[in-house]
């Protein structure tokens, strides 16, 4: 399984890459995960919030592989626990199924682009900033994979 990371957002602070590149090196070969930052709108080009999110949206469709799986990150996804995400990520590994989380922009993701998902869950019902969704969603992944491992990163 391929594990692709599509976010709206670039120059992340370096905080942000170190925790972003060590979670990600310790993941297995099976779940090989990979980021694609896509480039943000400029929030200065006098264009709505819906035209912003519909650029980022066309550049994110351009990012994304054939034949994954895409899920969205957003408010008003599924709500999961960190048991029951492994167990979907299982699912889709034991069906060889690539799969792509996409991050949205500030203004979120288009509303169309959404519906053209396969599913959208949320992360959390706090707001958090782009730069933490990045480490908290690896982070979560790498849990995932230790659950399923019987690693002892994840402790019950």
Same mark, same amino acid.
């Given at each position: ?16 890459? &170190? ?9 297995? @070969?099976?779940?090989? %995960? +990979?980021?694609?930052?896509?480039? *943000? ?42 048991? &029951? ?9 034991? @069906?060889?199924?690539? %799969? +792509?989380?996409?991050?949205?922009? *500030? ?17 959390s019902s706090m707001t ?29």
């Amino acid at each position: 399984m391929k594990i692709l990371i599509v976010a709206v957002g670039n120059r992340m602070p370096e905080w942000v890459n &170190s925790a972003w590149d060590d979670y990600a090196k310790r993941m297995p @070969a099976d779940w090989a %995960i +990979s980021l694609k930052e896509i480039k *943000p709108e400029p929030r200065t080009s006098g264009k709505t919030p819906q035209q912003m999110m519909l650029a980022e949206a066309k550049r994110i469709e351009a990012a994304l592989p054939e034949h994954t799986l895409r899920i969205a990150l957003d408010e008003i996804g599924r709500d999961m626990t960190t048991q &029951s995400f492994a167990a979907k990520l299982n699912n889709w590994h034991q @069906a060889s199924q690539n %799969i +792509s989380i996409i991050i949205g922009g *500030p203004d979120g993701l288009d509303p169309q682009f959404k519906q053209s998902c396969d599913g959208l869950i949320r992360l959390s019902s706090m707001t958090m900033p782009h730069p933490m969704v990045r480490i908290v969603l690896v982070e979560q992944l790498y849990r995932a994979w230790s659950i399923l491992n019987n690693h002892p990163y994840h402790r019950v």
